[in-house]
């Protein structure tokens, strides 16, 4: 109810971020799931969209995600994407929207830009996750938002669109 509340504030724009995230297990799971679970509850509650964070936990995510579809619909942006195929194909299903970050320009996340080829065309944006991911060629310093630009191009290239196609599809 608190988070209902929190998020009827006028600038309140989305619910998160939040989610599961089992690479540091800093949490217990259960209740890393029962707190995810109160975050979709309050984002199906107030129509805004939930942010989602997962690392390391697709095959849990994935679950609580169609279960909590099956109880009632709520909007989705999967941030930050670098999950595999499998949830992303099932959050694609379910009407997620996905977000690209400074990851698709680093030299080893091929699999990430595998996954990024397949994501729904009209339903990606880009973000730099600042302070964190900054793009090549700023990998390593400190993630500014005026380096979204890399990480549109590098989407452009991964999609084999051209920049200004890039734009009108993550703007629209």
Known sequence: QTLVELARRPRVVGVGECGLDYHYDLSPRDQQQAVFRAHIAAARQTGLPLVVHTREADADMGRILQEEQARGAFRFLMHCYTSGPEL??????????????????????????????????????????????????????????AFVGHVLDKLAEIRGWSREEAERRTTD
């Open 88 to 145: 992303a194909e099932k959050a694609a299903e379910m009407g997620a929207w996905f977000s690209v970050s400074g990851i698709a320009t680093f030299k080893a996340a091929e699999e990430v830009r595998a996954v990024i080829r397949a994501m729904p065309q009209d339903r990606i944006i880009v973000e730099t996750d600042c302070p964190y991911l900054a793009p090549i060629p700023h990998r390593g310093r400190r993630n500014e938002p």
